[in-house]
């Protein structure tokens, strides 16, 4: 991907659209294998976040290019994000791709900050970017206690006493 | 409040279970002071997972004390939490209690962690105490927004464009 630097606006728009797109669809696929009903309100609250920015950035397009058609890139701009949407992948590695993913949108959103000369669309760039970290953050959390506790995310409700199966460390 | 290390496990329930109960009405009082859909959305998100928590630790009651009826304190062991609740605060005022609370919880978790010799109850106090961190950083980037642009929370959609009334930095 080019730096952000060198992206026009309509492309930046484009290319965070796509991402946000993803990255619901890869939180939309995490929750189907998921039983325990915290984790999946967590993805599920993951999900809308990532619609809420799409939005917001579809809102931003047709403010800025009301007289040009959105033109989502078909592919996303990262592999491994492309891979994960296609493949059969374990939770585990899902949550993996989507800590990578949380971890470049940030990175994107931090860039894009930098260069932005409007005072508004930087302040929302630096908060989206704290976004995504925050997502990142939690991602890293649940995976943690995932890998500690494999049955958590098997049953409905994971309680401190359902330790039959514990593992590690 | 008595060192974690001192309560006994019955209190400890009762201290959390409580601290759970006030968080949630502490957002849930927030959320009708927004407008805005998202930000709503994330206060409802965080109203929701202190009360998984709260239902997590009425479980553990359960499990560890069949017998015993469960009393719930009646005043927050925090000042600060039992004010916001019974007063008129601004939206502001009642994002900095909240962030206070999360980090009292953090530390109480934490305290916990540290204190517990099962496995289990280690891991999940440890597990509890970064999301209630992550939840302070959540609500620490939205203050910061929010007092950068004020009509965020007033308006249904914010967008990078609606910046009629932009203030500072």
Known sequence: MKPARDLTTLEVLEIAIKAEIDAAAMYRKMIKMVKNKDLKNRLAFLEN??????????????????????????????????????????????????????LLSEKFYSELAQVSSDLQATATYKYLARVEHGHYDMLENELNYLKQFP????????NFDDNAYHVGP
Do not use: I
């Not at 397009?61 to 374990?90: G, N, T």
């Not at 049955?151 to 994971?158: A, C, G, H, L, P």
């Open 49 to 102: 976040e990532e619609k809420a920015h799409r939005a917001l950035f579809e809102r931003e397009y047709k403010a800025k290019f009301p007289d040009v058609d959105l033109e989502v890139p078909k592919k996303s701009s990262v592999p491994s994000v492309e891979e994960a949407l296609h493949k059969d992948l374990s939770l585990k590695e899902l949550f993996e791709v989507a800590m990578e993913a949380e």
């Open 151 to 158: 049955e958590y995310y098997q049953s409905e409700y994971f």
